[in-house]
């Protein structure tokens, strides 16, 4: 096993609130261990391209609550390629560096288990998504941010919606799965949500609403996951126009303020131990893991089940959103 003296962090896909929490716990944990630590700008673009500086101490001060990332981030298409993965590797071999710390989802957690199947690098992963979609861990890094920032405009969209006796058809992030829709449509008090998990779940919905009208009720609240089986709340809008003739429908989109923000305390929190966490991992020989967090541990989880296993949807919440909803 190779002695580890010189790590390098970069965080890559998209962005997420805490990736500076977890970028900050990286590098530090690394100088309290007598490490030589770099910092990759631009993800694996910036590992191609030689983007690598060191990073100290003073690098990392006062980013703990700022959102987005400060090493950036950007997908590669070229990292896929024999060519593009071996200018990395020369890269790395370049500043001698023997572990790699990836922040973010299952795209470039892949790119990780590629580069240290082909050479000798120690590959560590934390993850960095607000999609909350990661398997091996309750909460992904800016999930609990996304969430609270959902919360706050459906909050706001709700004094609208009572005051004109409007529907409002809230989508929110969440191409292939529904974890922001689902928790938030519990915590805001939505009538419905639409996620890619459940089929047919459109039916559900009108049933939801015809038991609402005989109960009076003169709003509300559907939130929908951007990858619903419709396509989202305009297709879906479009697609069911005759069942939703007799209300006053607005569609609000949420988009990109969900990624934005300084991060909840929560947030830094989960950053914080997971970069501390990785970190020791690698010294203790560790590779081609993810440091997680289940039932309030930290947990290393291999790279390829973290990917390969679908995190599946608690189907106990959907029967709080109906109880909650009666």
């Not at 631009?42 to 703990?64: Q, R």
């Not at 069911?240 to 006053?248: E, I, P, Q, S, T």
């Amino acid at each position: 096993m190779t002695t580890i003296k010189n790590i390098a962090v970069l965080t890559s896909g998209g962005d997420s609130p805490g990736m500076n929490a977890a970028i900050r716990a990286v590098v530090r944990t690394g100088i309290f261990n007598g490490l030589n630590v770099y910092g990759v700008r631009h993800g694996y673009h910036g590992l191609i391209n030689d983007h690598i500086t060191e990073m100290k101490s003073h690098h990392v001060s006062n980013i703990i609550q700022r959102g987005g990332t400060i090493l950036k981030t950007a997908r590669s298409m070229e990292f896929k390629t024999e060519a593009g993965m071996e200018a990395a590797w020369q890269n790395l071999k370049k500043h001698d560096i023997n572990a790699l710390f990836v922040i973010g989802g299952d795209g470039s957690f892949r790119g990780a288990m590629a580069l240290s199947s082909k050479y000798p690098i120690s590959c560590i992963g934390l993850p960095g998504t607000i999609d909350n979609d990661i398997w091996g861990t309750d909460e992904t890094i800016g999930f609990d941010t996304a969430m609270n920032t959902v919360i706050d405009a459906v909050d706001k969209i709700r004094d609208t919606a009572s005051s004109h006796n409007r529907m409002f058809l809230i989508e929110v992030m969440g191409r292939d799965a529904g974890f922001i829709a689902m928790n938030c449509g519990i915590a805001g008090g939505a009538e419905a949500v639409l996620i890619p998990e459940i089929k047919n779940d459109h039916l559900t919905l009108f049933k939801t609403l015809e038991e609402g009208h005989a109960h009076k009720k003169s709003s509300n609240i559907i939130l929908v996951s951007e990858g619903d089986q419709a396509g989202g709340a305009f297709k879906f809008a479009e697609k069911y126009k005759d069942k939703l003739k007799n209300y006053d429908v607005r569609i609000s989109i949420l988009g990109h303020i969900q990624r934005g923000g300084s991060p909840s305390a929560f947030d830094r929190f989960l950053a914080s131990r997971l970069g501390v966490a990785a970190v020791e991992a690698a010294l203790d020989g560790q590779t081609n893991v993810m440091a997680g967090y289940k039932n309030s541990k930290v947990v290393l989880v291999p790279l390829e089940k973290a990917v390969k296993t679908r995190k599946k949807m608690d189907k106990e919440l959907l029967h709080v959103l109906d109880v909650l909803n009666t």
